[in-house]
Structures are given as structure tokens and as C-alpha cells.
């Protein structure tokens, strides 16, 4: 009724689940579980211990096989203590615990970082931004996340496929053509060296998209500054209208593969913060459409055994 592939990750395993009638898939990562995000509790100030404020960061923050953390600017690269990828990274932004305004510094650093953490390493990469507990941040410090997998997420694997065939059938890559077809149909918001719009199919409240001019990581490290300074005017634009919390994912084809895929950037606006509790619903569920589970269904089996007799 279902396959399941499963890999060592961090000190633990990961299960990935696909239903074999519908296709619909999932990742499975109980060591997460351990970290007790499931319980309403107020999002954290530096006072309250968080992991990656002052010295903490090297305490409780785990090093790469060489024994280093990736520094580039302010910002502190490493390995994640609870993956949910094969190759998981974190990147911390900013030595502030709150900040309501980044540096194009701060966010070029960051991003490069996150670039060279993911760099070598063979699959397919993104990198991943929750912003705020309302969008499923666990921790209210602003950071990032990079995935590599030896398969593209449900939504990669759809615009990686789709690009394929697209360009055997028309002979043209089709981020070429969106980039036309949007910039005539008037929901262009910057067209420089990376090309924004308006998605016209949004996966989420007030859905920005970004058509980067390369497929893989590897083309990504000319093109940080101007991913940096984009984004911020994209994350100004969002405060305008009165929202904060955002997902944010960057999507990257395998190295080596010529597809006709277009990187792309998705970022998406979330609505309603609530200052008592985290959201359940992260850049996983929204924009790669696979959910993170913490609970293995045969020990959800036992738990209902051992709790109702």
C-alpha cells in the first residue's frame, strides 16, 4: 500500500513514505519529536535560552566533520541537530534574536553561507527561509534551512519534470517563456538579473516568485547580491501590507543535469500570527507540498494501545 525509503540522518533515521495508489508522500523524522515543538509555549527571548543567541551558539550548536562552522559575515553555519533531510543545514542570520530590518550584508552572508554548506554535496538542494513562529519557525532567532536529497521534493520534482518536457516539445526552456509571458501580462515586480513576479497560481497568500537565469547551486554564488537586495525590497513590499511572517524556499535542479529547468524562488506571505504558539505548517507543507511528521503511524498504533486499554 506504500514504499518507504529509509536513510540515516543526524543521530537518527528518516523515513520517506510514498502511497503507492496516489502517489501523495511524506517525511518521517521522530528525533524531531524530542525537541517538544508540539506544545503551545510562547516564542522565546534571548533571556529564555534560545540556541543561537550570544554564547549558546557554540554550546549547543553542533560543528561539521572537520570540527568548523561555516562563518561569513555574522552568520554561523552547521549541521542541524534534528534533520529532516539527508543533508541538513542551518544558517543563522544575525547575532539580534528579533530583528525587523536585515542589511543586504546581512542576507548576501547568510545566503552564502547556506551556498557553501550545500555546495559538493550530490542531489537536490534547496534553501529555506521560515519567518516567525506564525510561519512555523520554531525558534523566533532568524535563521535558515538547506536541504539536499537524492530526490526533488513533490514540487520540485513537478517543475523539473513539466521543464522537460516542455522543451522537448516546444524546443525552448520555459523560464524564457514564462519571463515574457509575464512581463506582458503585467504582474512583473523587478526585472533585472533575476526576474520577480506575481505568481498567476499562487500556492499561498500574496505568493512572489523569482526566476533565477541558472539551474543549479552552483550558478547561485555570482548572483547572491542581487538575490540579497531583491528580497529585501520583496520582504519592505510585505510590510507595506502589514505582514511580517513568511516561507520562503529556493529550489535548485541536481548538478549535472540539463533539464531545461529555471532555479526558482517562492516566497509567501502568512497571515494571522499568534504570539502564544508556533504554526504546524512550515516551508515543508507549504511550498515543497511534503509534510515533516514527527510521529511514526505504527508508534501512533502503540500509543493508542497503551493509552486506551
Not at 529564555?48 to 554550546?59: A, E, I, Q, W
Not at 566533520?65 to 559575515?73: E, F, M, N, Q, T
Not at 557553501?116 to 534551512?145: K, R
Amino acid at each position: 500500500m506504500f514504499t518507504e525509503r529509509v536513510v540515516e540522518a543526524g543521530e537518527g533515521r528518516l523515513h520517506f513514505r510514498r502511497e503507492t495508489l496516489t502517489g501523495l508522500s511524506c517525511r518521517i523524522s521522530p528525533e524531531r519529536s524530542r525537541r517538544g515543538i508540539d506544545q503551545s509555549a510562547r516564542p522565546g527571548s534571548p533571556s529564555d535560552g534560545c540556541p543561537f543567541c550570544g554564547g549558546s551558539l557554540t554550546s549547543a550548536t553542533p560543528c561539521f566533520a572537520d570540527g568548523k562552522r561555516i562563518l561569513v559575515g555574522e552568520s554561523v553555519t552547521f549541521p542541524n541537530l534534528y534533520p529532516f533531510a539527508e543533508w541538513h543545514t542551518v544558517t543563522v542570520i544575525s547575532r539580534e534574536h528579533r530583528v525587523s530590518t536585515f542589511s543586504p550584508g546581512q542576507l548576501a552572508d547568510a545566503f552564502t553561507g547556506q551556498w557553501e554548506s550545500l555546495s559538493g554535496h550530490d542531489g537536490y538542494a534547496s534553501i529555506n527561509w521560515n519567518f516567525l513562529p506564525s510561519a512555523g519557525a520554531s525558534l523566533a532567532h532568524p535563521h535558515l534551512q538547506g536541504l539536499v536529497d537524492s530526490r526533488p521534493s513533490p514540487l520540485a520534482a513537478r517543475y523539473i519534470a513539466g521543464t522537460a518536457e516542455y522543451r522537448r516539445e516546444h524546443g525552448r526552456r520555459y523560464g524564457e517563456d514564462l519571463r515574457k509571458a509575464e512581463g506582458d501580462a503585467g504582474r512583473t515586480l523587478m526585472d533585472g538579473a533575476i526576474f520577480w513576479h506575481a505568481s498567476p497560481v499562487p500556492l499561498g497568500e500574496k505568493e512572489i516568485r523569482g526566476v533565477l537565469p541558472v539551474s543549479h547551486l552552483s550558478g547561485f554564488r555570482p548572483l547572491v547580491d542581487d538575490f540579497a537586495s531583491d528580497l529585501l525590497q520583496i520582504l519592505a513590499f510585505y510590510r507595506e501590507l502589514g505582514t511580517r511572517a513568511f516561507n520562503l524556499s529556493l529550489f535548485f535542479d541536481r548538478e549535472g543535469c540539463d533539464t531545461g529547468f529555471s532555479a526558482f524562488c517562492s516566497i509567501i506571505a502568512r497571515i494571522n500570527p499568534n504570539v502564544n504558539s508556533m504554526s504546524d505548517s512550515s516551508f515543508m507543507e507549504r511550498l515543497h507540498l511534503e509534510p515533516v511528521i514527527l510521529t511514526l503511524p505504527e508508534d501512533l498504533a502503540g500509543m493508542y494501545r497503551e493509552k486506551m486499554g
